[in-house]
């Protein structure tokens, strides 16, 4: 350890780093960098050369020239001879003439040889330079370790988060008065980011880096790689590698070694291997450095693919305020629930990655004491009414600061009871365009005329018809038997009664003896471990079966290739599906991204060739992608354009929710619980607007007011028009034209039933 602590600690950083890692940022970020600086050097040698020979011009002894040398004829000399190797023009004889030239060209022989050499030296220090192997003298940055399908998506959103801050404050009142300027709410919105990889180079890092960027309309001038986005090569699980990048002086630090993760299963190595040893050698490198200067508020986070048992037991430590610098997110938790919550609420998707994503409308995190009035605005309401507090946002929760209170305010999620004061001490989540929004004026909103039918009716919503899914696909995390049970369980407690769930892949294939009631084990675990899940037919070996949840919702299985079009028109020949979704992943196969989505494509395509065929009613199709054109390449999986599939993009949810972690820390349990699907836990919903409104135009702050009316406890996060347009956190005086279709965005608490949304 002590050797560890002398050989690189931070106090070792020279002014020879700095310049080297100035001179690479330099290099990297614009393309012309060399010809620059040596324009510079030529100007500065030049004119320091001039200086002198001006200086001994005027002080030397003798009669005074006929005309006085001036600094400006000293620059237009010097030029000459460093132009063209001298000038005489005093020499007239033939044979010192000879003797000149020659000396002239011995001169030139030399001094190229000299050039030749400086050359080779130059071409090897950019060499290494284009390596990306030099130190990173930096504090208080953002470090991403390894680099997957998603690492890129995370570099963009972070991104969007800085371009956000950076508009607040380019005003020109903020940009001439410094101190008036609107700080950020999380350190990640200013800190530049280092990447750390040895999976490519860093000029494949940086075109890749680049070209995204492009395509998500991010401003060079805001967010340019090379100076805000820094790549070096190295080896993340390396203890000398993450000392060299400041890993101890980073404030943000994001895993991503999912993909080396996955080539080590198939090497050998225990699941999560590469991920293990990087967390372990961050400990390395934060426990043997000398001072790790934000420990107070640091925040680590770990990508993870699947659930794992025993990698929370690693601790990095806790925060002054008791936070975990450690956080492990699982992201087939964010994944699994978008997918199956689109076949209740279609549409659901694209507001939840709305909520997530930072290119817009966005969940947020401040303390009320940085808010730019001190949070006087706000400081001393309650929670209910916050949410008439902002213009531009959507208040959602309070967080309570664990020093001064030991109990938080949200019993674990948003939406919580809205009778909490809130205090200078307290964070507050919220849903906005911006980090600071603006209060609203103080005017009561005009509250449109209750529906005819009382509060309770307007609650109550539709009995919904019995319905019959079709789930294509198998998520490896199925595999643990609790996992599939929560799956089962979250996705048939909101489907009507008389409901069917089909899944429709190959599980059933396998190397064993008993190969052929691989499903049916699985299926008898899961019933030992929900009581609510029965089996009602035995199944017959490769044949299927049948199970049921609480006698509401039949649980079918079928063998067979999803992507296969005799196995689907077999499963559609046997009965009407009304709902498909879609899964990019199979059993016992790790493709990779693009054979995935192409998979997706051709089960699309057989959909809608065995629709028109079997004169099928339309399907509503929930599908995974991972690439974001396929979901500009797909058709509807109908003849007659109805039914058009909401997309789930696998990385965009992902690189969402890792930025999000890394932003918020703090607001990590809050994300997760819109994401349980559990009874009492915050959960999005899409209602009938007209269950709670009459139809007509009012102002979005009018509807909060009278939704909170009748479901105080309810928060109202924007309209999805019958159009599919969606309004997510209008400002309180937009005006929202109510009609037959518009639905409202909630999150709420209140008991959903199984034939309908929710429920009292």
């Known amino acids: ?41 030529a100007f500065i040698v030049i004119s320091v050369l001039a200086l002198g020979w001006y200086a001994f011009t005027t002080n030397a002894a003798g009669a005074e020239p006929e005309e006085p040398l001036s600094y400006a004829h000293s620059l237009f000399i010097t030029f000459q001879v460093v132009a063209s190797l001298g000038m005489d023009d005093s020499i007239t004889d033939p044979g010192h003439i000879v003797v000149f030239v020659l000396m002239c060209f011995s001169g030139l022989f030399l001094f190229a040889i000299l050039i030749g050499m400086i050359t080779e030296s130059f071409h090897s220090f950019v060499a290494g330079m284009n390596e990306g192997k030099s130190k990173v003298p930096l504090s208080n940055h953002t470090l991403i370790l390894g680099w997957n399908e998603t690492t890129v998506r995370v570099a963009c959103q972070m991104a969007l988060l800085r371009r956000q801050w950076r508009q607040q404050n380019e005003t020109w009142v903020r940009t001439l008065f410094p101190w008036m300027r609107v700080k950020p709410s999380t350190p990640v919105a200013e800190a530049p980011i280092v990447i750390l990889t040895d999976r490519f180079s860093k000029a494949e890092m940086q075109d890749a880096l680049e070209f995204a960027f492009d395509e998500c309309g991010i401003s060079k001038k805001r967010t340019k790689v090379g100076r805000d986005i820094i790549c070096r ?13 400041g890993a101890h002086r980073a404030r943000s630090i994001l895993v991503m070694m999912s993909d080396a993760d996955k080539e080590g299963d198939v090497e050998g190595y225990f699941e999560h291997g590469m991920t293990l040893r990087t967390l372990l050698a961050i400990r390395i490198v934060m426990h043997t450095a000398k001072k790790v200067p934000y420990k107070d508020d640091m925040r680590v986070v770990a990508q993870m693919e699947k659930s794992s048992d025993y990698m929370d ?15 492990i997110v699982d992201l087939s938790l964010f994944l699994n629930s978008v997918t199956f919550t689109g076949v209740s609420h279609p549409g659901i998707a694209f507001a939840l990655l709305d909520m997530l994503s930072f290119e817009g409308v966005a969940m947020r995190l401040r303390k009320v004491t940085d808010f730019p009035d001190g949070g006087k605005h706000i400081i001393g ?11 531009n946002a959507v208040f959602l929760d309070v967080i309570e600061d664990p020093n001064e209170a030991q109990n938080l305010a949200s019993p674990g999620g948003l939406a919580s009871p809205g009778d909490r004061i809130i205090t200078s001490t307290d964070r507050l ?12 004026a103080r005017v009561p909103p005009v509250l449109p005329p209750k529906p005819a039918f009382s509060g309770h009716e307007a609650r109550v919503p539709p009995v919904l018809p019995p319905c019959k899914i079709l789930v294509c696909g198998w998520c490896p995390d199925w595999d643990n038997p609790l996992n599939f049970a929560q799956r089962i369980q979250c996705t048939a407690s909101e489907l009507p009664k008389g409901s069917q769930l089909t899944f429709l892949n190959m599980k059933n294939l396998s190397d064993d003896a008993d190969g052929d009631d691989v499903f049916s084990q699985l299926m008898q675990q899961v019933c030992k471990t929900d009581p609510d899940i029965s089996e009602e037919e035995i199944a017959n070996p490769g044949k299927g079966g049948t199970w049921a949840y609480k006698e509401r919702v039949t649980i079918t299985y079928e063998f067979g290739d999803a992507g296969s079009y005799s196995t689907l028109e077999r499963a559609m020949k046997k009965q009407v599906f009304h709902k498909a979704i879609v899964l990019s992943t199979v059993v016992n196969l790790k493709l990779n991204a693009f054979v995935r989505d192409t998979r997706v494509l051709t089960i699309l395509v057989c959909l809608r060739a065995l629709q028109r065929k079997l004169h099928n009613q339309p399907l509503h199709v929930i599908v995974e992608n991972s690439l974001d054109n396929t979901s500009v390449l797909a058709i509807a999986p109908t003849a007659d354009h109805h039914g058009i599939p909401d997309f789930v993009n696998t990385h965009a949810i992902y690189a969402c929710a890792l930025a999000q972690s890394l932003a918020y820390p703090r607001m990590v349990p809050f994300v997760s619980s819109l994401f349980s699907r559990e009874d009492g836990t915050p959960n999005m919903f899409l209602m009938d607007a007209l269950q709670l409104l009459p139809e007509g135009e009012w102002t979005f702050g009018s509807i909060v007011a009278l939704v909170k009316q009748s479901l105080p406890d309810d928060v109202v996060i924007g309209l999805r028009q019958s159009t599919g347009k969606v309004l997510m956190a209008p400002k309180l005086s937009d005006v929202c034209r109510c009609h037959s279709g518009d639905r409202l965005m909630m999150i709420s608490r209140r008991v959903r039933r199984a034939d309908g949304p929710s429920a009292d």
């Open 313 to 327: 037991c690693i601790q990095l430590g806790k925060t002054s305020d008791g936070r975990n610098v450690l956080n």
């Open 233 to 245: 090569i190295g080896d993340p699980t390396s203890i000398k590698d993450l000392q060299r990048v």
């Open 1 to 41: 350890m002590d050797a560890l602590r002398f050989a690189f600690d931070e106090e070792m950083t020279s002014f020879a780093d700095h310049a080297a890692y100035r001179a690479e940022n330099i290099v990297a970020a614009h393309a012309n960098a060399f010809f620059y600086l040596l324009l510079v050097a």
């Open 429 to 440: 989540i919220f849903l906005s365009k911006v980090s600071a929004p603006k209060p609203a």
């Open 381 to 391: 309401l309650t929670a209910r009414d916050a949410s008439l507090a902002w213009e």
